[in-house]
């Protein structure tokens, strides 16, 4: 089975979570990241995700899953520890076209929840489809270790400069080289920076063309 990697945009969409126990806890501290708009129905919630709710960070239906919990939702994770009840959730959410993870249980899944390093808005995901989370996680480590930590900042300053370049400079292949050089190089965020440097000479030397009137 050939998988599609992408990263979605969750900000402000409805994802139910079923369950709300330590197999649910990472699932939803990972939607939480994306800023996803959080409904966890369960009997019984450990605390810190009953605290999560009484801190208005979610919302908390303490009551099973019902058929129906489903509607209008963007993105569900079944993550009860009753697999009848998590393959439920999965067919209600095939039914209505909703994406669906149901925690250790490959065949009825939708999408897979990666391992991830996080270095600001550089993320590197790491799945295995399901064959193997240990491994994934494993290799997590390893690239977080080998990661410098400011890069995160160094990204956040390279975005800038990009920006600068692309509202001075015309879209050709002379900008494209010039991107490509500056992520090879070290980008700060003072104004004297060296790539800063380079990048206001190349507009200089590759100015936009005047429009004939």
């Known amino acids: 089975m050939s998988l599609f990697p992408i990263f979605l945009k969750l900000t402000g969409r409805p994802c139910v979570v079923i369950g709300a126990g330590r197999l649910a806890e990472s699932k939803i501290e990972s939607l939480r990241a994306a800023e996803a708009a959080i409904t966890v129905i369960a009997p019984r919630a450990i605390d810190a995700i009953a605290e999560r709710a009484d801190a208005g960070e979610l919302i908390l239906r303490a009551r099973p899953y019902v058929e129906g919990d489903l509607a209008g939702a963007f993105l569900v994770v079944a993550a009860t520890d009753d697999p009848a009840v998590n393959r439920a959730v999965f067919a209600e959410a095939t039914a209505s076209g909703v994406l669906c993870n149901a925690v250790d249980d490959p065949p009825f899944c939708d999408f897979y929840f990666p391992s991830v390093v996080r270095r600001g808005d550089l993320q590197l995901a790491i799945s295995t489809a399901g064959n193997s989370p240990a491994l994934a996680q494993q290799l997590r480590k390893e690239l977080n270790e080998q990661l410098p930590l400011d890069l995160g900042d160094w990204l956040a300053d390279l ?26 190089r070290h980008v700060c965020a003072y104004d004297q920076c060296p790539s800063r440097l380079l990048a206001r000479e190349h507009a200089r030397t590759n100015p936009i063309p005047m429009e004939k009137a």
Do not use: I
């Open 159 to 184: 975005g800038n400069l990009r920006r600068e370049v692309v509202t001075a400079e015309p879209l050709n292949e002379s900008r494209r080289l010039l991107l490509h050089q500056l992520a090879q």
